[in-house]
């Protein structure tokens, strides 16, 4: 079970969160959903001493998951056009809408939210359940952290489930 989770859109700074919710005492990882089964996210939390959670893009595009993990939730939105403007800006043509995440359950918030220091002291004790880092967090928001695409870890099995269950949404 995991202790965490923070629901996005895609280019919207789930990367950044990552990061920053990654200290010495908890880890989250970055789009679990395509690198690793259902199954596998369920375990993650196994022998770990710290919490342990997840910053996840594909994971909004199957809210019945995200609804039955049983953590503290953010969701971030951004719009839809400032999204497919932000992949066309470094040469990617979004290949699909994605569903809005208004469904997911959990804190709704704005995606500049984790970078607004008096918002972001909230969220960092709502998810991580310890005193808010403001030094780190100040030094953090000087940063663009971005995936690195050629390095990028995708797992089989994650993304062939992912990519069923979106055949399974998009044909309904």
């Known amino acids: 079970m995991l202790d965490f989770m923070v ?6 700074g789930s990367t950044w969160v990552a990061n920053w919710l990654t200290t010495d005492t908890s880890i ?8 690793w ?4 996210i369920r375990h993650l939390k196994r ?3 710290k919490r342990v959670g997840i910053c996840c893009t594909a994971a909004g595009m199957d809210p019945e998951w995200c609804n039955l993990q049983q953590c503290p939730t953010l969701i971030l939105h951004r719009d839809p ?14 290949m699909f809408s994605k569903q809005p995440l208004d469904c997911v359950g959990g804190w709704h918030v704005d995606w500049k939210a984790p970078r607004v220091p008096e918002i972001a002291a909230q969220i960092y004790e709502f998810l991580l359940w310890k005193d808010f880092d403001a030094e780190r967090h ?8 971005q995936p690195h695409f050629v390095g990028l870890d995708i797992g089989v099995a994650g993304i ?8 399974k949404v998009l044909s309904q």
């Open 47 to 49: 022998g770990s001493k």
């Open 37 to 40: 089964t259902a199954e596998q």
């Open 160 to 167: 062939k489930e992912h990519m069923a269950h979106m055949q």
């Open 7 to 12: 629901i996005s859109g895609e280019r919207s």
């Open 28 to 35: 989250c990882y970055h789009d679990p959903r395509l690198r």
């Open 138 to 145: 100040h030094e953090l928001c000087q940063m663009n952290v």
């Open 81 to 94: 056009l400032e999204i497919e403007a932000s992949w066309r800006r470094i040469g990617v043509i979004p």
